[in-house]
């Protein structure tokens, strides 16, 4: 290869690279406004997704947001909370989440049957962390070692999101990775979920946030961070998209209840209306991976659930064609299946496809 040539050639490299770079860090679509959803007391729900709750913002399809959340409780999980206040708050909203959500979002042009991709541009975390476990003696059934731990612990942290990690205590340092714990549209009708009140008529009445489902929700995902996207059907007109139970590092399985919990000064979100996708759970894209997820109390149901999604995916995608048959097989050699989480009553388990098996583009 000549000089010029190699020069043409790395030059074009370099400009594919920050397209790339571009694509996943730049906040706004070319055309699309830019908006701010502060979180007060107006703006922010807690523990149910009400889908007559008046929307907090309008936007279009492609626009983005830069969104502001809370701590738990409506703000009231503080620095200096104790075990007894905490124990106070659970059971202060009766079948409700503990978390704070932020919305909703009306997306226009969002009809039951489209898929919202929500495109995760920015996450700057606020200053103060917090992971805790509840008394075991009295909510023997929340965390997966509960029975053993019957007193609950908290741990109080403080972040800096410019030093990119935490200190747990001296000589443990954990790296900072934020993701929303909880990214929901508006709810599925058809949820199983228990409604508030106990209502079991009207499948418009809200449901909890302590479940995921088919509308996202409370699913605990780790690797929703920055960069990524999440793609989920709609129910609702307008999308309605919340987010809260902010994350700034999780296990996966989150086993103790909690993760290192936090809120975001701004997740800088971009929804984008697609009609041409039909979806009927979750799906999410890394730089690296596929990943598609599965809920249901039974552990061994979502991972049913997810493996079929997966299995799904690969029968489905064109770069290279599959029968089902030969995906799952596929499926069982390169798919990565984890648990999300075991403590949100319904678990989660989501199965990565590395985009590197495919080398035919």
Known sequence: ???????????????????????????????????????????????WLDPKEPPKLTINSGDTVSVETMMHSHNKVQQGITMEQLVELRKANPGGGPHSMTGPIYVNGAEPGDVMEIRIL????????????????????????????????????????????????????????????????????????????????????????????????????????????????????????????????QGNGEVALTALECSYKEIVLQPIVRKDMKLEWPRLETRTHWITTGFDEDLNKAMVNATREAVNFLAEQKTVPVSRAEAYLLASVVGDCRVSQVVDIRKGVHCMIPKNIFTRK
Do not use: Y
């Open 1 to 47: 290869m000549f000089p010029t040539q190699r020069r043409t050639a790395l030059a074009a490299v370099l400009a594919a690279f920050a397209c790339s770079a571009i694509a996943q860090q730049q906040p706004a679509a070319r055309g699309g406004k830019h908006h701010t959803l502060p979180a007060t007391l107006e703006t922010v729900q807690w523990g």
């Open 122 to 249: 920015k996450i700057v975390p606020k200053s103060f962390g917090i992971t805790f476990n509840l008394p075991g003696k009295d909510f023997p059934t929340i965390g997966a070692l509960a029975p053993e731990m019957p007193e609950g612990l908290i741990k109080f942290w403080s972040i800096d999101p410019a030093k990119k990690s935490a200190e747990f205590k001296p000589g443990i340092q954990v790296e900072l990775q934020p993701f929303p714990g909880t990214l929901a549209v508006g709810i599925d009708p058809n949820d199983p979920s228990p409604r508030k009140g106990g209502v079991k008529d009207d499948p418009m009445a809200p449901v909890s946030t302590l479940r995921p489902w088919k509308n996202g929700s409370n699913m605990d995902i780790n690797e929703l961070q920055a960069g990524s996207k999440i793609f989920i059907p709609v129910f609702i007109k307008g999308g309605l998209i919340w987010t809260g139970d902010s994350h700034c590092r």
